[in-house]
């Protein structure tokens, strides 16, 4: 049974993995070819002088992608389950309603963080080629609440979009606006460090909040 | 034994009541069709019957079970066709086939195929560029490959044209005799019923107007005609009549007396008429007789 809801998660999502994922690539290519470009013209102490004294990101091409693709990967695998209500079909399926919308959810979640640890890797890698570990440590740190809003975009638009009444997607989509605005505030080096904990403790109870979704479109709301 | 009990059942939508107090059972092995207007429930009815709504009172059992909290063991045996055949469409009907299968044990692919390979698709073919018919056959082919003792119908005529539909029901006929299933459905095209039901549930807003087997409905439903001798005379029908539409001299009504028992009610009425027949109807007419048209 497993195998067969992982299946079908697979099938709705699997063009935007590769597509995100091909996009994610592009911008990393671009990050160190200009990285590369601007060292040769700059020698690399004061390039990553620039970095550790002045704000200067090299990578700030990166800052909205988890949100494009936690947006894309939660499209594609609930928005076909909202039209015509076909989540019926999977509620019907001979499982615990909970346990089949907490699988697909877990699988979405973990094909989301393969995503971003591939990125993240590849960034890790090409910036050692570059940098000294100090300034990757701190980058890493500067893009971390990025990655979290792209898990928090993730399970948010999922509530959205399997809610069955408009006026409370409205309500939802304002404060999930709000709420996921807070993750890309500021680029500053490591300016967010303190709160990472915290955002990851909020970012796991959102992975949650799609059973409420799913426990009222069941009770029939509409 | 029956496969569905449903208890005093009671629903709104906001303030609108949409039943109250409605109960109905389906025995094993029968055919029901639930016929009624739009807006009379029959959605309200199988949301309810699937767990997608909790009713405001009262509760439908499937197999002993509340359908609010049916076990997977439960919903294994029963087949859903959502109205309009929806089937998850961004697969093909191999990629289908494969999901579903892992969710039965006794599943059994070879009316799914057999079925499929009247289809004149491709094997990549995704189900949502498929015509309304094939999709038909595909959520066909897939309750019957499921076997499943109890099958939930919902519209299954929508947008089908003339020879799906008619395909859809000997299938279905078939099947559910010759493996002893039960079945309830739902449609709006009533002529497709009569070939298909035992035992019809007409429901009206807020009541159910009928509910026994659909030759006894027949048998003992009947419509007359007459023409009064005078068109201005006083015509006191109620007695008798469920229905009745009167137009100048002509009138035509639908009541559950026989013959005779709407003669000596017309002579006790002083009632004249000067032509007197009763007019054989299908289910669709007999439907139509007793909700009325409008």
New interface residues.
């Given amino acids: 049974m497993l195998k067969s809801i992982l299946y079908k998660e697979w099938i709705k999502i699997r063009l935007v993995v590769w597509i995100t994922l091909g996009l994610g690539l592009l911008a990393l290519i671009n990050i160190f070819l200009k990285v590369r470009h601007d060292i040769l013209f700059v020698d690399a102490a004061n390039y990553w002088y620039s970095f550790l004294f002045r704000g200067y990101t090299y990578f700030s091409v990166l800052k909205f992608l988890p949100f494009v693709i936690g947006l894309a990967v939660a499209i594609a695998q609930y928005f076909p389950e909202t039209v015509n209500k076909r989540i019926k079909l999977t509620f019907h399926l001979p499982v615990s309603e909970n346990g089949i919308l907490i699988k697909m959810h877990a699988f979405g979640a973990v094909m989301l963080l393969a995503l971003f640890l591939v990125l993240l890797g590849l960034f890790t890698a090409g910036s050692a080629i570059f940098f000294p570990s100090n300034i990757i440590r701190a980058s890493l740190l500067t893009m971390m609440p990025w990655f979290q809003g792209g898990m928090a975009t993730y399970f948010l638009v999922a509530l959205i979009l399997l809610e069955p009444m408009w006026i409370f997607r409205g309500l939802y989509a304002v404060l999930a606006a709000g709420f996921v605005t807070f993750f890309f505030t500021g680029a500053s080096i490591g300016a967010f460090s303190p709160v990472l904990l915290p955002l990851a403790l909020i970012t796991l109870v959102l992975s949650c909040v799609v059973l409420f979704s799913g426990y009222r479109f069941r009770k029939g709301e509409m | 034994m029956y496969a569905i009990e449903c208890k005093n059942l009671t629903h709104y939508y906001g303030k609108k009541l949409v039943y109250e107090n409605l109960s109905f059972n389906v025995e094993e092995g029968k055919i029901l069709g639930l016929l009624g207007k739009n807006g009379t429930g029959k959605s309200t009815t199988i949301?309810i019957l699937?767990?997608?709504?909790?009713p405001f009172s009262g509760e439908c059992l499937i197999y002993g079970q509340n359908t609010q909290t049916l076990s997977?063991?439960t919903?294994?045996r029963?087949g859903?066709l959502?109205e309009?055949h929806?089937?998850?469409?961004?697969?093909n009907i191999h990629?289908i086939e494969?999901?579903?299968?892992?969710?039965?044990p006794d599943w059994n692919s070879a009316p799914y195929w057999e079925l499929m390979s009247k289809l004149k698709v491709t094997p990549k073919q995704k189900i949502s560029t498929m015509s309304c018919g094939q999709r038909s056959q595909v959520a066909l082919g897939l309750i019957l490959a499921q076997d499943p003792d109890l099958l939930i119908l919902d519209d299954f005529s929508m947008g089908l044209d003339p020879g799906y539909r008619r395909l859809f029901i000997d299938y279905m006929r078939e099947y559910a005799k010759a493996e002893h299933k039960t079945v309830f459905v739902t449609s709006h095209i009533i002529q497709d019923m009569e070939r298909l039901i035992d035992d019809v549930m007409i429901m009206d807003y807020n009541k159910i107007l009928a509910q026994q087997p659909v030759e006894q409905f027949m048998n003992t439903f009947r419509q007359f005609n007459i023409t009064l001798t005078s068109p201005e005379q006083e015509v006191d029908l109620d007695g008798i009549a469920v229905n009745i539409e009167k137009v100048k001299d002509k009138i035509e009504f639908y009541t559950y007396s026989t013959e005779d028992e709407v003669k000596n009610y017309l002579a006790s009425k002083g009632i004249d008429y000067s032509s007197f027949e009763e007019r054989k109807m299908s289910l669709e007419d007999a439907f139509i007789g007793l909700t009325r048209k409008y």
């Fill in positions: 949301n699937n767990g997608f709504l909790q997977p063991e919903k294994r029963i859903f959502i309009g929806i089937q998850y469409s961004f697969m990629q494969k999901f579903y299968s892992g969710f039965y």
